[in-house]
């Protein structure tokens, strides 16, 4: 399939993405105004401006909504705080459907960036907001409710792990065994899962992973593909493309290198919501990795984690017009 022809069927796919979704908090400060606290002495980092994004999840569910699909939504839990307010509006001003299990249990996945309004550069250490315990029974069995009740009305589950504590984030065990049996029950479902510290976990899925979260394997990928009975298993290699294995055996789609990229954070979640686009839309794995890298090559021009238009995906390419 070409690219105009997968991303003309999207208005008729519907995508879930399921994990961490988080407020990712993009505040510009001013370092004239870094003055000493009168109270501790110490120098202020003075905010003047605020935007909040749908972050972690939440970039993957921008990406497939920019893309095209006619339905999208986000499986996840916040906490009853303000943070979690802001996640829901920012969601609903995207578009995005929100299945969120609220609980005062926990805090909402939150990164805070912080800008030098002088030189556009993030240059303090990032503030995050997270959870090193393990997440709540009660949370996690509305979690699995939700998704049984979700997963017949859409084409494809985007499973987003990124949670890097020891506890692990919303996929948890129970959340992976039911993953893995749904992959069973409906083989026309995509479900495709990008987890940065657990991916030896799944089973039954696509598993997508970048060229250093593949190096914990030790050359073992292909074994670990057999063994967890992955339909497709895509290791991203940054700008050169990706390696694509299969029981089919093994493919690498190259990309087109990008000279100077703007902002490389998010490339891997534009990348899979070019990939699971084209799935859904009927594609090889090859065609998926090649929107894949399309789409990535248009996202790290951007600075943030930005998105690329149908539009934007097309342009330069009349080849495949």
Not at 78 to 105: N, R, T
Not at 165 to 194: C, M, S, Y
Request: proline residues 6%; aromatic residues 6%.
């Amino acid at each position: 399939m070409t690219h105009r022809e997968i991303l003309e069927a999207l208005p008729g796919k519907s995508a879930v993405i399921l994990g961490d979704i988080c407020l990712d908090r993009w505040c510009t400060y001013d370092p004239a105004e870094s003055e000493p606290s009168r109270e501790t002495g110490l120098p202020r980092i003075a905010v003047v401006e605020t935007l909040v994004t749908p972050g972690a999840g939440g970039t993957v569910a921008n990406n497939a909504k920019a893309l095209g699909f006619g339905r999208v939504a986000v499986l996840g839990a916040v906490g009853m705080d303000g943070f979690g307010y802001e996640l829901k509006q920012a969601l609903a001003k995207a578009g995005i459907e929100g299945a969120l299990v609220e609980s005062p249990e926990i805090p909402t996945f939150t990164y805070t960036k912080l800008i030098n309004g002088a030189s556009g550069q993030e240059d303090l250490p990032r503030v995050d907001f997270i959870r090193t315990v393990d997440m709540p029974r009660g949370v996690e069995t509305a979690i699995l409710e939700h998704l049984d009740r979700l997963a017949p009305e859409f084409d494809a589950i985007f499973v987003s792990d990124q949670a890097e504590t020891a506890a692990g984030g919303v996929v948890t065990k129970r959340i992976r065994d039911r993953l893995a049996e749904l992959a069973l029950e409906r083989p026309n479902l995509v479900i495709w899962v990008d987890s940065r510290n657990r991916p030896h976990l799944f089973k039954n899925v696509i598993v997508k992973m970048n060229r250093d979260e593949s190096a914990a394997f030790r050359g073992n990928i292909y074994s670990f593909r057999n063994e967890a009975n992955l339909p497709l298993l895509c290791v991203t290699h940054g700008p050169d493309g990706a390696l694509l294995l299969s029981a089919a055996g093994e493919e690498f789609i190259s990309a087109t290198p990008i000279a100077n990229p703007v902002d490389i954070c998010g490339a891997g979640d534009s990348f899979s919501a070019g990939a699971v686009a084209a799935l859904v839309a009927g594609a090889t794995p090859a065609e998926a990795a090649a929107l894949g890298n399309r789409v990535a090559s248009i996202t790290v021009m951007k600075k943030g984690t930005g998105t690329a238009s149908p539009a934007e995906v097309l342009s330069g390419i009349a080849t495949l017009a």
